[in-house]
């Protein structure tokens, strides 16, 4: 069973057994003042740059979200999803917690998307699963309900049984959803990552869904956080790992992917690692 997100002439796959997809984390105004600035503005220059960037090396899909000050979120997320669209080609992650935003934005892609997010708070399930079934979308289901953030693997997997039934009974396939573990920053929480890999597993193989994940959260507050997020981005793969929200354009990231698929029997014969560096080596010739 794969989970299928599409554009005009991509469709990206990923599941069990499947090669981990890269999904481009960069569209995204938090921390990036340029950005923030462009689309409060309605311009997509900066947008754009990001794009071409991430396309570059090597995601698959591209997350975009547009939620900051003094951006009319509805208006905006829609020409924003198109102009990502046209830019690249790639299959969008349509990335918003504004259900009316959302709608607008899955009005206006013609392909099938990935939607981040719906969590398992009644408000959200009841908000975002009606709009995931009528679009044919699949979506993006975070391990988190009113009571918060579960700290315990056991807890997760409850809220991600939650989740899923509570899809389905919308009409929402189970191969549509894919559950995000979650992960806090491992300096604050001790067991943060062990939680974190134990719920991913779990969730893997006793739901038989696929999964997706944002490392960056689990480095927060420690130095040299790229070398922890790259240890935690293998260790997630090796344990079930299908999707993986990451800045692509930084150094080591994707190779991280590649070398781990690799290694966890996901790339016959090391095909996609080879032909990543064939690749690699003409464009430094050219």
Not at 1 to 23: D, H, Q, Y
Not at 106 to 125: F, I, R
Request: proline content about 4%; overall charge positive; hydrophobic content about 40%.
């Amino acid at each position: 069973m794969a989970t299928i997100v599409t554009s005009k002439n991509r469709k990206v796959e990923f599941g069990e057994g499947l090669p981990t997809a890269v999904i481009g984390e960069r569209i995204n105004p938090t921390g990036k003042k340029k950005l923030a600035e462009d689309l409060s503005k309605g311009k997509f220059d900066v947008l754009i740059q990001e794009v071409l960037s991430q396309k570059e090396a090597g995601a698959d899909i591209l997350d975009v979200n547009v939620a900051a000050s003094g951006v009319d979120e509805a208006n905006i997320l829609p020409k924003a999803v198109l102009k990502v669209l046209e830019v690249s080609g790639l299959p969008v992650c349509i990335d918003s917690s504004n259900p009316e935003a959302l709608k607008k934005a899955l009005e206006v892609y013609p392909y099938k998307a990935l939607v981040n997010s719906v969590s398992g708070q009644e408000k959200s399930l009841k908000a975002v699963l009606p709009l995931v079934k009528k679009f044919g979308a699949s979506v993006v289901g975070l391990i988190m309900d009113d009571s918060g953030i579960p700290k315990t693997a056991d807890k997760r997997l409850n809220v991600a049984k939650r989740i899923i039934e509570t899809a389905e009974s919308y009409g929402v396939p189970k191969e549509d959803i894919v559950i995000d573990c979650l992960c806090l920053a491992q300096a604050a929480e001790t067991n943060s990552g062990v939680v974190t890999l134990e719920a991913l597993t779990r969730v893997s193989r006793e739901l038989g869904v696929a999964t997706v994940l944002g490392v960056s959260n689990i480095s927060f507050g420690m130095p040299d956080r790229k070398i922890i997020n790259l240890s935690f981005l293998a260790q997630a793969i090796s344990q079930g790992l299908n999707a993986a929200i990451v800045d692509p354009t930084i150094k080591g990231v994707v190779e991280t992917i590649l070398a781990s698929d690799f290694l966890a029997g996901r790339d016959s014969y090391g095909k996609r690692y080879l032909k990543y560096y064939r690749e690699k080596r003409k464009a430094k010739k050219d």
